[in-house]
């Protein structure tokens, strides 16, 4: 729900004119797309740029603020963003996951600041994933909710304190991930596994290109447990532990950009965060790739032959992922 408030913050042209940026982001990264950029760098293009949006918000509410409570904010406080804006990919209706880090110093004024901001990017349709909170409050919520520890694995300062940042990512490593090894990997794949359908991994005919078996959330839980078992996230990194051979990092890649591209376009078709694989969508789909029936095979077939085919191996180097570090 819309978090509340009736007090404006910002005039009725400031609004219009945040929307308006976020309607030109989008529309950017529309004809980056569609001019041939791939998925990766145009996932990576959109979340710079609605990040810059973000800080311009911030900047215009700290605006009215003193400079000296804007001193006292920049030493305790910090934004830090989470998820998928952690990891520095967004797809154009992706949420911006934010977190709030508050260190205890300049707690009234930055809670205000942090609900202006939230309610001022609710009005501008950017409807930011926020939540404020201190680190300790952090490690006991990261330990009883596995998706927001999960979601700390990609955890990069934005703005404020970069040793109140430093803290979180110390305490959380520490107390959330190392004292708790087991644990912490068996909650991400017990979450990644109540997915499935019916707790099981299929291929489904109208996939989920997210959760689905072979999916976006498979390639994430190889990160996670990654950074539990090996201390590192990034594919490369691992293949440098020796946690993921040369060929095995090449396919995830391939189906990491494959998968990105496919989201990227049915946010673009839809308009909104829709990641069903549906029947229409992929007629839609293996038309404008050019994929023409035959006298053997449907073109919408070899499309989906395609697609199983990067899932498929996605699926299998993720199972033995999981066998070796469970």
Known sequence: PRPRGTRMNFSSADISRYRQ???EIRESGRHLFQGGAPGIQ???????SLEGLI????????????????DQLLKHTA?????????????PYSDIDLLFLDGGQASPAFREAQDRMTRTCWDAKLEPGASCRTVPQCVEDAKHDPKFASSLVEARLLWGSRPLFENLTKAFRKQVVQRRQRQFIEECIKGRESEWVNGRAIQELEPDIKTASGGLR???LIR????????????DSLRLKGALDKEDVLVLKQAWEYLTSLRINLHYANEQADEKYSRGEQLRIAQ???YHDTA???????LMQEYFRHTTQVASITRRFIGRNR
């Open 288 to 290: 404008e790739r050019g």
């Open 296 to 302: 053997s095979q449907r073109g919408v077939e070899r």
């Open 55 to 70: 800080l311009d918000i911030w900047s215009d509410i700290l605006r009215g603020t003193s400079p000296e409570v804007v």
């Open 224 to 235: 996670w447990i990654g950074f539990a078992a090996h201390g590192v996230a990034d594919l």
């Open 218 to 220: 498979d390639l994430h």
């Open 79 to 91: 934004i830090v963003a989470i998820g998928g804006t952690g990891r520095g990919e967004l797809c």
């Open 21 to 23: 940026r976020l309607t």
């Open 42 to 48: 145009t996932a990576t293009f959109l979340c710079q």
